[in-house]
């Protein structure tokens, strides 16, 4: 894959206008849900989790603790348009839309190498990389029709979660910054054992900040993921690689610092969670709240990067993207399973947004390795259209809970 990351990406203009005019429907249909969030006049009707954030750019006491201000401050800014509830809209809007500006850029680019610039079937494969970019964005947790109930499943969402929760703008505002910092990093390792690229450790370090600043979760997990790599490398290496190790970790200083902050402003002596604030240890214990099978809530949530990760293992080896969205998951995933907040912030789940963070990034690859093993045939036509199905009915199970969520529907389903 280095190769094809390093290459310059070239496109069609029919591709780049296809890239603006996706992007621009995409931010006005954001819009309207983020609007119809922040303005909603009824409890359970557009419900989220914009309530607090209102009060929190107001000024007013939410009951809690938002140390990271890139979407709040923003949003107190944008305020000037029209109070704070279009402020609040816009600046979800805003961040949200990076989100698929920067994956349409890296799916492209490492996708279209893959079809020859000068093959008549070079635009459409770039149209088409476009559209599997957006729906990337659509697809959800697997569950069954009305009145069906799968064992200790008493909820399609929360206890099972989507890669995409369009109803917590703080994770939609971080992860743009977040993809880009996931790339990057991704890229890094192929190489930070031989050499420094100033320029691309700076990048990584301001996104990963970036990312930090507007919701710490994927930081968390990414930290947590990069250290057992990067210490397992530094074993191999006998200690001869000290130095690129400290190179690279010296990329998160910044990033550290603010953690360090931020977690004294959730649960310092002046935070809301008090006394009774602080990080336990307990297999399920948060996400046990919502169900009462956790094995099965992970295959609804992740079968299709699941089966793509079965049938392509060996691509370990030679696929940065899909090992460390992996490791990411498991990261993520160990995580949520054994960490929770104590006290009132239980219910909560804060430990899960590392865990969507980790379903995104497995369908983010699961579909890379897809695309590439469709277009040079590297299997079989039979698994290939398996994957493609559950792949589709992730996206029809999103599509609906998306119109569920854009119709005034409640999260909490």
Request: glycine share 8%; charged share 15%; aromatic share 18%.
């Amino acid at each position: 894959m280095k190769k094809e990351n390093s290459a310059k990406l070239n496109i069609s203009n029919t591709t780049k206008i296809a890239y603006v005019l996706l992007l621009g429907a995409y931010t006005s249909l954001l819009f309207v849900l983020f609007k119809n969030q922040a303005f909603h006049t009824e409890y359970q009707v557009y419900g989220s989790d914009v309530d607090a954030y209102l009060m929190e750019m107001m000024g007013l006491d939410s009951g809690f603790d938002f140390p990271y201000p890139v979407y709040f401050t923003l949003g107190k800014m944008l305020a000037v348009f029209g109070g704070v509830n279009m402020g609040a809209t816009l600046s979800a809007t805003i961040l949200n839309s990076i989100s698929p500006a920067v994956l349409s850029y890296f799916m492209l680019k490492y996708l279209c190498p893959f079809v020859p610039e000068k093959s008549k079937n070079r635009r459409a494969y770039e149209g088409f990389i476009l559209l599997a970019t957006y729906s990337l964005f659509f697809v959800s947790m697997l569950y069954p029709p009305e009145g069906i109930y799968l064992p200790g499943m008493y909820l399609k969402n929360l206890g099972v979660f989507s890669a995409n929760p369009y109803y917590n703008q703080t994770y939609l505002a971080a992860r743009g910054f977040a993809i880009v910092a996931f790339f990057l990093f991704a890229h890094i390792l192929t190489y930070y054992e031989d050499h420094v690229d100033i320029r691309e450790y700076v990048t990584f370090s301001v996104f990963l900040l970036l990312a930090t600043l507007t919701k710490p979760s994927f930081t968390l997990v990414l930290i947590t993921a990069a250290a057992v790599h990067m210490i397992v490398k530094l074993i191999m290496s006998h200690g001869k690689k000290t130095k690129a190790f400290l190179c690279l970790l010296a990329t998160a200083v910044p990033t550290f610092i603010t953690l360090l902050i931020q977690f004294g402003g959730v649960f310092g002596s002046s935070s809301h969670a008090g006394e009774e604030g602080g990080i336990g240890f307990g297999i399920g214990r948060a996400w046990g709240i919502y169900t009462d099978n956790i094995i099965l809530a992970v295959m609804l949530a992740n079968a299709f990067p699941g089966v793509v990760m079965l049938l392509n293992f060996k691509r370990f080896k030679d696929h940065e993207v899909f090992r460390l969205s992996w490791e990411f998951m498991m990261a993520g995933f160990l995580e949520f399973l054994c960490l929770y907040e104590k006290g009132e912030r239980l219910v909560h789940c804060n430990f899960a947004w590392g865990y969507i963070y980790g379903i995104f990034f497995v369908f983010v690859s699961g579909l890379m390795l897809l695309i590439e093993n469709t277009v040079k045939k590297k299997q079989h036509v039979g698994l290939l259209v398996f994957e493609w199905v559950v792949f589709i009915w992730h996206l029809g199970c999103g599509l609906a809970f998306f119109a569920m969520l854009y119709g005034g529907g409640y999260f909490y389903v």
